[in-house]
């Protein structure tokens, strides 16, 4: 039998969700104040000091680029916590993998990041770096919105073709964050103060690109609202995709307002943080459209 679930037992996991929220919000500061080199020796920050030293060249941006590593440290001890949580307190196979991923993501996130500084900030290695913490956001998203199913299989609230349609939509949206990815490695916010790294694509070219995938993805979203309103078997399944709908038109705005304004730092930063809100709110739509029995 499993072990009543702790007051404590929610607010780690979203608390755990909330990290992998803030260090794509952190990875956009260090990139805005071109300060991805700030420590530019990994696993250590110089050579022969895991912390910024008063002798380094890199002023204020050392103490930026530290700050976001420190935190991967914090994203650690968290995917521990929540990942002994679970088995002592969860033991489904669904919370016990999920738990298990972030933990591994995390692993896995930080040697990308020493790979980026090693490859001075190629666009490529950052682009994975920011796509490895969205799949972080969104394997943290569905621990924390499933900690309280039970173990046994899954059945659909809505119609197969609508499922699938939910995952189709889904697939967009992880086309839209990678092209996102290449608009920031286009243009002017490489990460490094000094000698700024790019792809080498026309910045305009690829915004519009971009733009169009994202004109794809909402009219997706928008028939998902429909779709689902139309043939959800319960509340939740015919909310589900409400939520995504509207980060989606916020995160257009700011995208477009960021580009017209010739991307302002504030604006590059909240682009971010709603990017990191797109995946939560994709995860939850995805499982609004299916409930799991107690196991027999």
């Not at 912390?51 to 204020?60: I, K, R, Y």
């Not at 956001?137 to 939910?166: D, I, K």
Request: hydrophobic residues 50%.
């Amino acid at each position: 039998m499993t072990p009543a679930q702790p007051r404590w037992f929610s607010p780690l996991l979203l608390a755990n969700l909330i990290a992998q929220i803030g260090i794509i919000v952190t990875g956009g500061l260090v990139r805005v104040t071109g300060s991805g080199l700030g420590c530019p020796s990994w696993p250590q920050c110089v050579p022969g000091s895991y912390t910024p030293t008063v002798e380094q060249a890199e002023g204020f941006h050392k103490y930026i680029e530290f700050g976001n590593r420190t935190l991967t440290g914090v994203l650690g001890i968290l995917a521990v916590a929540s990942l002994l949580a679970v088995l002592r307190y969860a033991r489904h196979r669904h919370l016990v993998v999920s738990a298990a991923l972030v933990l591994v993501g995390v692993l896995i996130q930080a040697v990308l990041g020493g790979i980026t500084v090693w490859a001075g900030l190629h666009p490529a290695t950052v682009s994975a770096h920011f796509l490895v913490s969205a799949g972080l956001v969104a394997a943290a998203s569905y621990l924390y919105f499933t900690r309280h199913e039970p173990g046994g299989p899954t059945q659909l609230t809505v119609p197969p073709l609508v499922s699938r349609l939910g995952w189709g939509t889904a697939a967009v949206a992880t086309l839209v964050l990678a092209l996102g990815t290449v608009v920031t490695g286009s243009g002017p916010h490489s990460g490094d103060a000094d000698t700024p790294a790019r792809f080498g694509f026309d910045p305009r070219t690829i915004s519009w690109l971009h733009a169009d995938a994202v004109m794809i993805f909402l009219g997706l979203v928008i028939g998902m609202v429909v779709a689902t309103r139309l043939t959800g078997q319960t509340p939740r399944a015919r909310s589900g995709w409400t939520g995504v709908l509207h980060v989606t038109v916020l995160q257009g705005v700011v995208g477009y307002v960021q580009y017209l304004t010739k991307l302002p730092e504030p604006l590059v930063i909240v682009h971010m943080l709603l990017a990191g809100l797109l995946v939560v709110m994709v995860t939850r739509a995805l499982l609004s459209g299916r409930a799991r029995t107690a196991s027999e």
